[in-house]
């Protein structure tokens, strides 16, 4: 109730803070058909960052009322860690290493269909609805010079699909740029998979693990602020 409380404030203040900043000569229905938009959103010390949880974020408005949402996000990691010791003896010097090595990708797409109300003193009410899916492969090998030390490869399948639907206002504060605040609700249905393997190289043994897991969430969004940057 207090992070809602603070969120509306803050919300207020923005708007307090734009309209002092720019001044809305026309309060007539702004043209927005065949537009494109870059989205960012802003956080609470007025920062812009990532809209929705996604790196990229675009509408395409096939007119004044309904336009088509798309969001992107795709990351990828590789560690490559090698460990090595040099033991000193008298007559003997021994070498040994262990090598740890992990990769990881995430790609997230969401597609949202958005339906606007007529705009009234740059005031506009939209409502939507869509879908996302994303995937979070993980990969970990783990090999040593060390015989008693068992070789691993573990990896990870994580996946899923969802539904979402949201409701927002937004206000032009330009022809081409609109302050948002949105609410959403989603549900999500996910898949996790874990296979563990390992070798045992002293006895030529390999043991073999395997961990599944389905997730069903509902998630109500918090209150999401952003800004429309329009082309």
Same mark, same amino acid.
């Given at each position: 109730m207090q992070k809602a409380k603070l /969120? @509306?404030?803050?919300?207020?203040?923005?708007?307090?803070f734009i309209?002092?900043?720019?001044?809305?000569e026309d309060n007539s229905q702004i043209d927005l058909t065949n537009k494109y938009a870059l989205q960012f959103g802003i956080s609470s010390n007025f920062t812009l960052s990532s809209f929705q949880g996604s790196? @990229? /974020?675009?509408?395409?408005?096939?007119?004044?009322? /309904?336009?088509l949402r798309l969001g992107v996000t795709l990351s990828q990691s590789e560690i490559d860690q090698k460990f090595t010791a040099t033991n000193?003896?008298?007559?003997?010097?021994?070498? /040994?290493?262990?090598?740890?090595?992990?990769?990881?990708q995430q790609i997230y797409i969401s597609l949202h269909y958005i339906r606007y109300l007529k705009t009234y003193n740059s005031i506009a009410m939209y409502y939507g609805g869509g879908i996302n899916y994303f995937t979070a492969p993980r990969n970990i090998e783990s090999s040593s010079s060390n015989q008693s030390r068992e070789a691993s490869t573990i990896n990870y399948t994580n996946f899923g699909v969802g539904?979402?639907?949201?409701i927002g206002v937004e206000w032009f504060v330009r022809s081409n740029m609109g302050i948002t605040a949105e609410y959403g609700l989603g549900y999500e249905y996910s898949i996790y998979e874990k296979e563990e393997i390992y070798y045992d190289n002293l006895h030529d043994n390999i043991f073999r693990y395997k961990t599944d897991r389905t997730n069903h969430n509902f998630t109500p969004s918090v209150v999401r602020f952003g800004l429309s940057v329009y082309f």
């Open positions: /969120s @509306i404030f803050t919300f207020i203040l923005l708007l307090t309209s002092n900043l720019f001044a809305q790196t @990229i /974020s675009a509408k395409y408005h096939f007119n004044n009322n /309904s336009a000193e003896y008298p007559d003997t010097l021994y070498n /040994s290493f262990d090598n740890d090595y992990s990769s990881s539904i979402s639907a949201l």
